[in-house]
């Protein structure tokens, strides 16, 4: 059997059998993990979707529903996929505006993984017959590989189907 070159003996959220910490209080960044990126030189983008997105509206308090999309290119962390679950699950008893909630997913994304790129899409399930969909996004600009960065991200932008096996 091999072993994986991965640094995770710092996660919790993988814990060796404890039980899942839900915090359903309020989202933060304190509940995103992150693992050193093996190729921290090699500009590839991550893409990890959350389909069963729910919160509140602010005004009304009935539920939103929809899909979160984060994309990113990795510097030197890699966002650990269950904290990325957990985190999303905080939204739950959350109450805020869509355009909020994608602005905040990001500035928590930037704060905890500080990539060369990252994109959040709230694509939000239609109510009174509207679709809302969010897209925020953030360059690391002061990267000696920002031009390379910014051409990856153009066609990947492009790609059609790439959430599809």
Not at 32 to 59: D, H, K
């Amino acid at each position: 059997m091999s072993k994986s070159q991965d640094k995770t003996s710092h996660l919790q959220t993988l814990g060796e059998g404890g039980q899942t910490k839900y915090q359903m209080d309020s989202p933060n960044p304190g509940i995103l993990e992150a693992f050193p990126n093996n190729y921290p030189g090699r500009p590839y983008v991550v893409s990890i979707s959350f389909p069963e997105y729910t919160s509140l509206c602010p005004m009304t308090g009935q539920p939103d529903f929809g899909t979160i999309v984060m994309e990113y290119i990795p510097d030197q962390k890699i966002v650990e996929s269950k904290s990325f679950k957990l985190y999303m699950f905080a939204y739950r008893n959350h109450q805020s505006f869509m355009e909020t909630l994608t602005n905040k997913m990001l500035d928590d994304f930037v704060e905890v993984l500080d990539p060369l790129w990252c994109r959040v899409k709230g694509l939000f399930a239609p109510r009174g017959a509207t679709d809302l969909h969010v897209f925020a996004e953030h360059y690391k600009t002061d990267s000696p590989q920002a031009e390379q960065v910014k051409e990856l991200v153009s066609d990947w932008k492009q790609e059609v189907g790439k959430h599809t096996a």
